[in-house]
């Protein structure tokens, strides 16, 4: 059981969440937690934004029933979680990283860039939006000493584009990146590097048992939630 510190909307439809408890199975950047809401069948999965030795941070986008009830709860209420759940980034060791960040695919990073950063390296970093009063995170990049390069579709706030936009100025040799598939598919055709996707899927159990996120690699079926969410780029087929 994990407590509720925090519960504060950060921009529109977004929140962040942190959540007090035994994070010891948590140990790379980019694993996801698996979170038991009362009345709903399946726990909803989110990827760890952030975590210490006694608190997990989450950020969430509220797009149904799930996720509203999860808005509506206070600091002091306590959640039954799994954590420590997926196979999360390899930090490798590279000169120019750069990072990728769609919507919600955004958090995951966070955690990653401070990992790069204790390694050594300095990362760049791209988040993508649909229009300005999502933007969220920008601030917290910029304070770890990131390079920070803010995309919005509409161009209401930073390039006007997407983040392959931003991708085509930056010097970097080798990417990290999360976010929906059309961003994935435009980033594969762009890049001319290794790296590293974050797959978003539907899931049932949340640690392999169930199979329903499986899919096809060049390596034979992995399933997201456990041999995943993170696939190298060259073992995905599009």
């Known amino acids: 059981m994990f407590k509720i510190l925090l519960n504060e909307k950060i921009a529109k439809d977004v929140y962040k969440m942190v959540l007090e408890g035994d994070v010891s199975k948590i140990t790379k950047p980019g694993q996801f937690i698996n979170i038991l809401l009362d009345g709903r069948f399946l726990r909803r999965p989110i ?30 209420e306590e959640l039954d979680v799994l954590t420590g759940l997926g196979n999360g980034y390899t930090v490798k060791s590279t000169e120019k990283p750069v990072l ?46 990131c390079r920070v390069y803010v995309t919005t579709a509409d161009g209401s706030y930073g390039i ?6 931003a991708l085509k100025d930056i010097d970097y040799d080798y990417f990290y990146t999360c976010g929906p598939m059309p961003m994935f598919k435009a980033i594969e055709s762009a890049v001319k590097t ?45």
């Open 47 to 76: 990827s760890v934004c952030d975590f210490d030795d006694g608190t997990v941070t989450i950020i969430y986008k509220v797009v149904g029933e799930g996720t509203q009830q999860m808005s509506e709860m206070n600091a002091g």
């Open 100 to 145: 990728i960040g769609g919507g919600v695919g955004v958090p995951p990073l966070y955690n990653l860039a401070k990992k790069l950063l204790e390694s050594g390296q300095t990362p760049s970093v791209i988040l993508g939006f649909n229009t300005r009063n999502e933007v969220f995170l920008e601030d917290e990049f910029k304070a770890l000493g």
């Open 194 to 238: 290794s790296g590293q996707f974050s797959f978003e899927e539907r899931m049932g159990c949340g640690f392999g048992a169930c199979m329903g996120c499986s899919c096809k690699t060049k390596y034979g079926a992995k399933r997201i939630c456990k041999d995943g969410p993170v696939l190298e780029r060259e073992e995905i087929i599009w």
């Open 160 to 165: 006007k584009g997407f983040v392959t936009d």
